[in-house]
């Protein structure tokens, strides 16, 4: 029992390192997508931008493949009601997100200014929207999700998908999101870039930085006031995998904060991603990119823990049925299972993280605008 608990912490944590890196390396590539018509007053401007993140961004999108795998194979039914939950919204970010790598491959097909400009805004909003939607989930999760299930285990939805798209909170999620993304890729920007592009990259992405900051104090202080979730009684950590005949769970307005309170140790987690939307901005402020980038990194990790410290053990509560919410200890895949995907995570994880490291590596230094336009077609 001990190691299936054991277990099931341990992907919660991972889960939480997955999305870490999703926010970090597809939300940099993001924010150039989202950067590119700002930076770029030219056409060369704008392919010299893309030929930053050109060799980087499909290999990226490992995170996201990671992300979405682990959810559904330790966390088989959060998988399940979340897709069906956010199933229009899903699907929209999945349009949205491939609308990137058609971009890639489109937009030098044709040697037209309109063609050319269609394809920026396309990268704008590939950029924008999956960022906004990521953060907007968070949102939404935080507040709960309308939704319960019958005696055999149907799922059923409750509300409209609308209302947990767009209410107020989430929607600053989403901008919090998106302005992460905005500094993490102006960074990069500024990292390979150089001259007018790496100038306007800094003069976006500093205050893009500090919008986070005030963003991610203004939501410690709004979910004081939102219902969060609390068991009622004690729990068995090790209890079966099913959200039904579960312990009575309460709503209550501050909730979310009981973990800090009861662990104050927890309280790193924010300051930690305070520090980095901080200090990141002032780095590249001072024209340090590359600490701004990691400064950056480290924002987007006390934001993802800090979320997940605070509603431990919840996964997505359910506020139409509080009781059926699906959390660590009943949304889990078999100890069977979990060690399986352990030890796999212990081998490929460290291979993807040497092969990410090894590439941006050797592929290091600034991108000229002139070798892009006479040897590159492909931006």
Same mark, same amino acid.
């Given at each position: 029992?001990?190691?299936?608990?054991?277990l099931?912490?341990?992907?919660?944590?991972?889960?939480?390192?997955?999305?870490?890196?999703?926010?970090?390396?597809?939300?940099?590539?993001m924010?150039?997508?989202?950067?590119?018509?700002?930076?770029?007053?030219?056409d060369?401007?704008?392919?010299?931008?893309?030929?930053?993140i050109?060799?980087?961004?499909?290999?990226?999108?490992?995170?996201?493949?990671?992300?979405?795998?682990?959810i559904?194979?330790?966390?088989?039914?959060?998988?399940?009601?979340?897709?069906?939950t956010?199933?229009?919204?899903?699907?929209?970010?999945?349009?949205?997100?491939?609308?990137?790598?058609?971009?890639?491959?489109?937009?030098?097909?044709?040697?037209?200014?309109?063609w050319?400009?269609?394809?920026?805004?396309?990268?704008?909003?590939?950029g924008?929207?999956?960022?906004?939607?990521?953060?907007?989930?968070?949102?939404?999760?935080?507040?709960?999700?309308?939704?319960?299930?019958?005696?055999?285990?149907?799922?059923?939805q409750?509300?409209?998908?609308?209302?947990?798209?767009?209410?107020?909170?989430?929607?600053?999620?989403?901008?919090?999101?998106?302005?992460?993304?905005?500094?993490?890729?102006?960074?990069?920007?500024?990292?390979?870039?150089?001259?007018?592009i790496?100038?306007?990259?800094?003069?976006?992405?500093?205050?893009?930085?500090?919008l986070?900051?005030?963003?991610?104090?203004?939501?410690?202080?709004?979910?004081?006031?939102?219902?969060?979730?609390?068991?009622? @009684?004690?729990?068995?950590?090790? #209890?079966? $995998?099913? +959200? !039904?005949?579960?312990? /009575?769970?309460?709503?209550?307005? =501050?909730? *979310?904060?009981?973990?800090?309170?009861?662990?104050?140790?927890?309280?790193?987690?924010? @300051?930690?991603g305070?520090?980095? #939307?901080? $200090?990141? +901005? !002032?780095?590249?402020? /001072?024209?340090?990119?590359i600490? =701004?980038? *990691?400064?950056?990194?480290?924002?987007?990790?006390?934001?993802?823990?800090?979320?997940? @410290?605070?509603?431990?053990?919840?996964?997505?509560?359910?506020?139409?049925?509080?009781?059926?919410?699906?959390?660590?200890?009943?949304?889990?895949?078999?100890?069977?299972?979990?060690?399986w995907?352990?030890?796999?995570?212990?081998?490929?994880?460290?291979?993807?993280?040497?092969?990410?490291?090894?590439?941006?590596?050797?592929?290091?230094?600034?991108?000229?605008?002139?070798?892009v336009?006479?040897?590159?077609?492909?931006?």
């Amino acid at each position: 029992m001990e190691l299936y608990i054991a277990l099931k912490v341990i992907w919660a944590v991972l889960l939480g390192v997955l999305l870490s890196g999703l926010g970090i390396m597809v939300g940099m590539d993001m924010g150039v997508g989202a950067l590119l018509r700002f930076v770029g007053r030219t056409d060369a401007e704008r392919r010299t931008a893309l030929a930053v993140i050109g060799p980087h961004w499909d290999g990226n999108q490992v995170w996201f493949i990671l992300g979405g795998g682990a959810i559904f194979a330790a966390f088989p039914t959060l998988y399940a009601t979340s897709f069906s939950t956010f199933y229009v919204v899903m699907i929209l970010l999945l349009f949205s997100m491939i609308m990137l790598p058609v971009a890639f491959e489109y937009r030098s097909k044709v040697d037209a200014r309109r063609w050319r400009a269609t394809w920026d805004w396309a990268f704008l909003i590939s950029g924008a929207l999956p960022m906004i939607i990521y953060g907007a989930a968070f949102g939404n999760v935080l507040q709960g999700v309308g939704f319960h299930f019958s005696w055999d285990g149907q799922y059923y939805q409750d509300g409209s998908f609308i209302w947990y798209l767009l209410n107020p909170f989430a929607v600053m999620c989403g901008v919090l999101s998106l302005a992460l993304a905005v500094h993490q890729g102006g960074a990069m920007l500024m990292i390979r870039g150089e001259g007018p592009i790496a100038e306007r990259a800094r003069r976006y992405a500093v205050p893009a930085g500090l919008l986070a900051a005030a963003l991610f104090a203004i939501g410690g202080v709004w979910v004081r006031f939102i219902k969060g979730f609390a068991y009622t @009684a004690p729990v068995n950590p090790a #209890m079966p $995998a099913t +959200p !039904l005949g579960g312990p /009575a769970v309460a709503m209550r307005a =501050g909730a *979310w904060m009981d973990n800090f309170h009861q662990h104050p140790v927890l309280w790193l987690l924010p @300051a930690v991603g305070l520090l980095g #939307m901080v $200090a990141g +901005p !002032l780095a590249l402020a /001072a024209r340090k990119p590359i600490l =701004g980038w *990691w400064l950056g990194a480290l924002a987007w990790i006390g934001t993802i823990f800090t979320t997940g @410290a605070a509603m431990f053990p919840f996964l997505m509560p359910s506020t139409t049925a509080p009781a059926q919410s699906l959390t660590v200890w009943n949304a889990s895949g078999s100890a069977y299972n979990l060690g399986w995907m352990l030890a796999f995570a212990l081998v490929f994880v460290p291979i993807i993280l040497s092969y990410t490291a090894w590439a941006f590596r050797v592929m290091r230094g600034k991108v000229k605008t002139e070798s892009v336009i006479a040897n590159d077609h492909s931006y």
